[in-house]
């Protein structure tokens, strides 16, 4: 019932900033979460932010905490994750995902998009 297409990855230099977007399409209900996760080579997928449609609620974990920012704009179905003092750590294929407050399962996702910090 919704689609997910991450965009603006790409590569950024060891303390630069990026910002990449998901926009949704189908149906976005207000009681949606959506969320980024990414994975780098040989990891596991790790939660990154979250964001709720309706109150602009944010969680974040703590590896980004302070660096990363979520934002969404209703109007657009669009997600943003503003990335900024960016590390080489934070290389991973970025996904967005989405899921319901109720929910602690993901059945929507995006195709992700590659970030690359060099150093």
């Known amino acids: 019932q919704v689609q997910l297409v991450e965009s603006g990855g790409g590569l950024v230099q060891a303390g630069g900033s990026l910002r990449v977007s998901c926009a949704a399409s189908g149906r976005t209900v207000s009681s949606y979460v959506m969320t980024w996760f990414r994975q780098a080579p040989g990891k596991e997928r790790e939660f990154v932010a979250e964001i709720s449609w309706s109150g602009g609620n944010t969680y974040y974990a703590d590896s980004v905490k302070g660096r990363f920012t979520i934002s969404r704009d209703n109007a657009k179905n669009t997600v943003y994750l503003q990335m900024n003092s960016l590390k080489p750590e934070d290389t991973a294929v970025y996904y967005c995902?989405?899921?319901?407050?109720?929910?602690?399962?993901?059945?929507?996702w995006g195709q992700g998009t590659q970030v690359t910090v060099s150093s």
């Open positions: 995902a989405a899921r319901v407050l109720t929910s602690g399962q993901y059945p929507y």
